[in-house]
């Protein structure tokens, strides 16, 4: 059964392969920055989310060292299931401090967020 499958599964691959849709892996080989090293040779990276350059600002990563240190790597499952740690709540509130704001709540995704606002805000009725 699975040969027949597979079969099938090589063929779809290599029709979105020929139709120039395959996204090949980039591995990159260096902290993420605005230039990176991958395959080699130093890239211009237009893709990152690392906006500010803090992925690898020294300060970050002492930060994050003195974190693992403390609290180990994570939560090991999202808030909802493990809990939030104290550290969330006193970013949350220096966030909504340093905005104005009653409340804040953290996402770890964009994804998340948006799941989040339109699973409170909207409902099957919604247009």
């Not at 993420?32 to 970050?60: D, K, M, T, W």
């Not at 002492?62 to 180990?72: Q, S, T, W």
Request: proline share 2%; glycine share 8%; hydrophobic share 40%.
């Amino acid at each position: 059964m699975y040969s027949h499958a597979k079969s099938v599964f090589a063929q779809t691959l290599a029709e979105i392969d020929a139709a120039g849709l395959w996204k090949h892996e980039r591995i990159i080989s260096s902290p993420q920055a605005a230039h990176i090293r991958s395959e080699g040779r130093e890239v211009v990276n237009f893709c990152a989310n690392n906006y500010l350059g803090l992925s690898s600002h020294p300060r970050v990563i002492e930060a994050a060292r003195a974190a693992l240190d403390e609290r180990g790597y994570g939560l090991s499952s999202v808030r909802f299931i493990c809990g939030t740690q104290d550290r969330h709540k006193e970013l949350e509130a220096a966030i909504s401090a340093f905005l104005g704001t009653e409340d804040t709540i953290l996402y770890g995704s964009c994804f998340d967020a948006n799941a989040g606002l339109f699973e409170t805000l909207l409902g099957p009725r919604t247009r």
